[in-house]
């Protein structure tokens, strides 16, 4: 059962990205106030939900949030500053979007750069053991799965409606032998890791 709060009387934003080790498309983060009384026995780290459990849970999480924002980093971005300061860019952004300013960020993973006035803190796992960062984790992954398959349109060799950008191997295949997109992120390597 994953935890509602780390402090006892603090608003607390949960954070999380979605997209980090992807060849193409942005890098997706959120950050969401839940109520302190929020429940829901299905809701953990997106990665170990269905597509069918995160697009169930997403309207969820958004109708019943406190507050809830998404942003993102586009590749070009990424390219320019790395994909670690990217992410947590997209995740300073959700957070100034939100409508209900938080007195606490709970950030997944252990890397992050203090956002200006409001106190973080760094959970590894975070998705597993907090509500509101598997919230944030669910809206960012969910979002970000939509934005794939809207480009995916555009691009539909790639097969964005089923890898999400991911280096699969057959979007690698379709990389070598068709080239990149605007959507692909030059920086990373064909196995998806950064290239520094």
């Known amino acids: 059962m994953l935890l509602g709060n780390y402090t006892k009387n603090l608003i607390e934003a949960g954070c999380d990205e979605a997209g980090r080790g992807c060849l193409a498309g942005p890098v997706f983060a959120a950050a969401v106030v ?4 929020f429940m829901n026995e299905v809701l953990t780290d997106s990665k170990q939900l269905t ?9 969820i999480i958004e109708n019943q949030a406190i ?17 670690l300061n990217a992410s947590i860019l997209a995740m300073h952004l959700a957070v100034q979007k939100l409508t209900t300013m938080p007195q606490m960020l709970l950030i997944d993973g252990n890397r992050f750069k203090p956002y200006p006035g409001i106190p973080h803190l760094c959970i590894v796992k975070g998705d597993e053991k907090y509500l509101s960062i598997a919230a944030a984790s669910v809206l960012a992954k969910t979002h970000r799965d939509a934005y794939m398959q809207g480009i995916h349109l555009d691009y539909p060799i790639y097969g964005w409606n089923q890898n999400k950008g991911y280096p699969s191997k057959k979007h690698r295949d379709i990389i070598r032998e068709h080239g990149i997109t605007p959507y692909h992120r030059i920086s990373f390597r064909m196995t998806g890791k950064k290239t520094d």
């Open 67 to 83: 507050a809830w924002a998404v942003a993102s980093v586009n590749a070009e971005t990424i390219d320019t500053i790395n994909i």
């Open 51 to 59: 597509e069918k459990q995160r697009d169930m849970l997403r309207p």
């Open 34 to 37: 839940l109520p302190r009384d």
